[in-house]
Nanobody, 123 residues
Framework: VQLQAFGGGLVQAGDSLKLSCAAS??????FAWFRQSPGKGREFVAA??????NYDTSLKGRFTISRDSAKTTVYLQMNSLKPEDTAVYYC?????????????????????WGQGTLVTVSS
């Protein structure tokens, strides 16, 4: 499966943005979004696991993960964006373990990654 993320851009604080991630060569039953800010490691944002949505607790309420009915495109709706949300956002799939938050929120759990899309939030 190849993943391609897109939809990033420059927005102002308080704006909304919807990221997409298209899969080719397979479908996305479970997947996740991560992000990486300058100087930081790649951190968990959200995961879709068997229809259930899981979020980093600091982002819940502002971000929504979803998927199309064909299971080939996944989304991350981001509302009320803040400058600290500035990061490269990555989609990931083919995780080895979704049984626990410790597992599905860890980057090494996933085998397939998109190339990332940059989101910049200005103050």
């Amino acid at each position: 499966v190849q993943l391609q993320a897109f939809g990033g851009g420059l927005v102002q604080a308080g704006d909304s943005l919807k990221l997409s991630c298209a899969a080719s060569g397979g479908i996305l039953d479970s997947f996740a979004w991560f992000r990486q800010s300058p100087g930081k490691g790649r951190e968990f944002v959200a995961a879709w696991i068997g229809g259930g949505r899981n979020y980093d607790t600091s982002l819940k309420g502002r971000f929504t993960i979803s998927r199309d009915s064909a299971k080939t495109t996944v989304y991350l709706q981001m509302n009320s964006l803040k400058p600290e949300d500035t990061a490269v956002y990555y989609c990931a799939s083919n995780g080895r373990d979704y049984a626990s938050a410790r597992a599905y929120s860890t980057r090494v759990n996933y085998n397939y990654w998109g190339q990332g899309t940059l989101v910049t939030v200005s103050s």
